[in-house]
């Protein structure tokens, strides 16, 4: 597949209803410039609610945001918003498109494509990259790169994505190039039959293996978290947990445990909030933080949080057949990795999972209980 672009043209927003001498062109942009000649009727009124009342299908808030971008000229000066507007008097509007414009965009971007055919793409995701537009990422998100990638992907729901890893989170993801396959891996999604594994390094000793079953909720005191709750609303989840390794980088420092997070469920931040919850937060986390030993703050152990989606496990949509794709941990993770002690054997990719009892049958154990909030239990 050779990378490209989608461009579209459109007609801007309530341009079929102006009159010939109210809309133009500037000069070398493709922005639209609405004049207006103000009336008897706007004489004393401020500018920005001369132009929402003009302009009823263009909200008061981007209105002002025009103005702010000295988008709004009122006789031929940048003006702002208190300005009074008098009889005869020229406004010029040039109309800026909203942040959202550009969420459904194609933009060229490096994708690390690790293996595709005409049903799925399987992505290595770098650290920091957004998988999804929204408010403040309307642009530069995997979203926008797939469409780029393959134009094709614009007749599929949400450009074929079917689950996210966090901005900071790096590793596998798989992309549906189709509606059925979006629709089969979507139904795999939902009977829990997709393996996703992750490798973190987190503060704290912990046993070999253990289970957190806790329900999750948005933190009423700050919407970008989560939290363990027993709300009505609060969602299932749980995430089986393998240590693989504990290192030490002083003595008198707590120690620090890499570990392979399996999930069950796949919920908005689930393995930063069920370490966070048990006193294990990951190294870096920005927002799960609350339990980080003081000893092992403020190091700039990392600009993200140390997680990392190393292996991918499904159906194909279409074959049948399971397929598995490993990862190695990037840069970053691997500097930090040998920093603490991590062999070059160990920062291979894993060509097995790190769980090598059935899911199922760990959880069944009688020794397996959930772990909460310091109660612990090995599956």
């Known amino acids: 597949m050779v990378p490209g672009t989608a461009l579209a043209t459109r007609e801007p927003s309530g341009a079929q209803d102006l009159e010939a001498d ?3 062109l500037l000069a070398g942009d493709g922005a639209p410039v609405r004049r207006l000649v103000v009336g008897p009727e706007g004489n004393g009124v ?17 209105i002002q945001r025009w103005i702010e971008d000295d988008a709004v000229r009122l006789n031929g000066a940048a003006a702002r918003a ?16 909203t942040p959202e414009a550009s969420a459904f965009a194609p933009e060229p971007m490096h994708l690390p494509v690790v293996w595709q055919d005409e049903e799925i793409i399987v992505i290595d995701k770098p650290a920091g990259l957004v998988v999804h537009p929204g408010a403040g990422n309307w642009s530069g998100t995997l979203l926008n790169g797939l469409l780029a990638y393959d134009p094709g992907l614009a007749s599929v729901p949400r450009a074929g994505i079917v689950h996210r890893l966090d901005a900071g989170t ?4 798989v992309v549906a190039r189709t509606v059925a396959a979006q629709v089969d891996l979507v139904r795999q999604l939902q009977a829990r039959s997709v393996v996703r594994e992750y490798w973190a390094l987190v503060a704290g000793a912990l046993e070999p293996a253990i289970t957190i079953d806790a329900a999750l909720a948005r933190d009423p005191r700050n919407p970008v978290r989560f939290r363990v709750s027993k709300a009505a609303a609060a969602r299932s989840a749980r995430t089986f947990v393998r240590r693989l390794a504990e290192w030490r980088i002083e003595e008198s420092t707590p120690p620090i445990s890499w570990i392979a997070c399996r999930l069950d469920t796949g919920r908005t931040h689930q393995i930063r909030v069920h370490l966070e919850s048990i006193g294990h937060p990951l190294l870096g986390d920005p927002l799960y933080c609350r339990h980080m030993p003081a000893a092992l703050d403020g190091r700039g152990w990392l600009s993200r ?22 990862s190695a941990p990037p840069d970053d993770m691997r500097s930090l990795m040998r920093r603490l002690g991590a062999s ?30 310091g109660s612990a239990g090995a599956p």
Not at 85 to 95: A, F, L, M, R
Not at 344 to 367: I, K, M, N, T, V
């Open 305 to 326: 949080q140390a997680l990392h989606a190393c292996r991918l496990e499904l159906q194909h949509p279409v074959r049948r057949q399971t397929m598995a794709w490993s």
């Open 82 to 97: 208190r300005a009074s507007v008098y009889e005869d008097d020229t406004i010029e509007v040039q109309e800026r498109a």
């Open 46 to 62: 401020r500018l920005d609610k001369y132009l929402a009342g003009r302009l009823p299908e263009v909200s008061r808030s981007r």
């Open 344 to 373: 070059e054997e160990q920062l291979r990719p894993p060509l097995q999972g790190a769980f090598s009892r059935g899911l199922a049958e760990a959880a069944a154990a009688p020794d397996a209980h959930a772990r909460r909030r």
């Open 22 to 24: 109210e809309f133009d």
């Open 170 to 173: 790096s590793g596998l993801m």
